[in-house]
């Protein structure tokens, strides 16, 4: 039964990471710790987080593992191998991969650590950097009920719309959803704003009018104010969305699904990052507009 006594391994602290786990210890968690570059978690180090060496050293001494790391080949190297969590982590551990990943691995890490009695969910979440410092995340969880049930109160703390959606990998497909919805968004956001400019309008003006109707979204009420502010500060990576919609392309072609958005807004995104935007946030696409 796990407890606020109950010792949290966080794995993976960029721009979400780092936020959850903050509002992880301020709910008074204790913290293991483990990144590739520990200076990034220097904040959450002084805060009390405890350092790890290895994801081997900190799967041994967790009784929950969080990883939420950048790209499926990340996750692959985080979960297996012999200093890899499977072969680390205690029998009854919980584990839980917030990457946006692949279903098709999601399953598969869910099959290995059954068969070492440790309990996995694949839980992605989305909110981008503003969700992860206020604790409202959406988090969209694949697994059994029963773990689900377990790992809930450690989700209240860094999201507010929590939901299992199946067993495994039926979190990683909800992300996919999310971010394929976002996809064609983004593009409708930015001819938006660019059409505003173009007839003369003021365009915050405009926001003001059309964010509360059914034009609504939270790209069109976070990321467009940004947009035309000139922030271009990653709230979400333009390479981690390219990666999502690759992701998601990939996984609707292999289910025979015509997906005509997003492989534009896949095209687009590419074009960005091929411009020097990879580390820029997702709202950058409005260059492309200008």
């Known amino acids: 039964m796990l407890s606020k006594q109950s010792i949290i391994g966080v794995i993976g602290t960029g721009v ?32 009390g987080a405890v350092w790890k060496d ?13 990883t939420m790391v950048g790209y499926p080949s990340d996750v692959e190297s985080v979960y297996f191998g012999e200093e890899g969590i499977i072969e680390n982590a205690r029998p009854g551990t919980y584990v839980v991969d917030m990457t946006t990943s692949k279903p098709a691995l999601a399953i598969y890490i869910y099959q290995k650590a059954e068969e070492k009695n ?9 909110g981008g950097d503003v969700g992860a410092k206020n604790g409202t995340l959406a988090i969209m969880a694949g697994g059994e009920q029963h773990v689900f049930n377990e790992v809930s109160p450690i989700f209240d703390v860094v999201g507010e719309n929590v939901i299992l959606q199946g067993k495994a990998g ?18 409708g956001v930015c ?11 003021d365009p915050s003006r405009v926001l003001d009018s059309i964010t509360t109707g059914a034009a609504g979204s939270f790209s069109l009420s976070k990321l467009a104010p940004r947009m035309l502010a000139g922030d271009f500060e990653p709230g979400f990576y333009v390479k981690h969305f390219i990666k999502d919609m690759t992701i998601a392309l990939e996984s609707a072609q292999e289910m025979g699904l015509s997906t ?31």
Do not use: W
Not at 179 to 187: D, F, H, P, R, V
Not at 191 to 201: D, V
């Open 16 to 47: 979400m990471g780092k936020s959850m786990t903050l509002n992880l210890q301020n709910a008074g968690y204790s913290i293991n710790l483990y990144t590739r570059t520990k200076e990034k978690a220097q904040d959450l180090l002084d805060n």
């Open 191 to 201: 001819e938006a704003i660019a059409y505003a400019k173009k007839s003369g309008l």
């Open 260 to 290: 005509p958005g997003l492989s534009l807004s896949l095209e687009l995104y590419k074009e960005l990052a091929e411009k020097g935007e990879n580390d820029s946030g997702t709202q950058a696409l409005i260059k492309l507009f200008q």
């Open 170 to 187: 039926a979190g990683q497909h909800t992300k996919l959803v999310n971010q394929i919805a976002i996809a064609s968004n983004m593009i």
């Open 118 to 126: 440790i309990h996995v969910l694949d839980a992605p979440v989305s």
């Open 54 to 66: 290895s994801v081997a050293d900190l799967a041994q001494t967790s009784d929950v593992i969080i």
